[in-house]
């Protein structure tokens, strides 16, 4: 009888244990409303600026975006310098937190370094994003990102 009775207790103990670790699995994966597709994919500028008024990104620069969920990063290229930043996601807002990027100047195509001041300036300060059909943007007040994925 007794040999029963620790077993019973023992089974208690492993069901609870199990019920734990099942619901802390549970918490730390990322609701997809939240993450919805941007995080752990490669995303190429296809277009930035005023809605109505986008500009195409200049021939022979690309500009990507990484946003890294292990990491809480996003990291790319600006055209010109890459840079890196903090980001935080809750459901469809997103909000870049400390950009940093490399200094460098280049002088070709001619434009490229006003386009990566635009396209850093935007990223800055974006307020939410949505992804669909392959395409990411990024609405940064009267500023929007558009990006395909890679």
Known sequence: ?????????VSAV???????????V???????SE???LENSAWILESYGKQGN??????GTEITAIFDSTEGEVRG?????TYFADYKIKNSKLSILQLAYTEMYCLEPEGVMEQEKQYLKALQAAESFQ??????????GNEILIYNAK
């Open 1 to 9: 009888m007794r040999g029963i009775l620790i077993n019973s207790r």
């Open 14 to 24: 492993m069901l609870v244990l199990g019920i734990l670790a099942l619901s802390t």
């Open 26 to 32: 549970a918490c730390a994966i990322p609701k997809p």
């Open 35 to 37: 993450t919805s597709g």
């Open 54 to 59: 986008l500009q195409k990104v200049l021939a």
């Open 77 to 81: 290229s600006a055209g010109c310098n």
């Open 131 to 140: 992804v669909q059909d392959g395409k990411l943007q990024i609405n940064s």
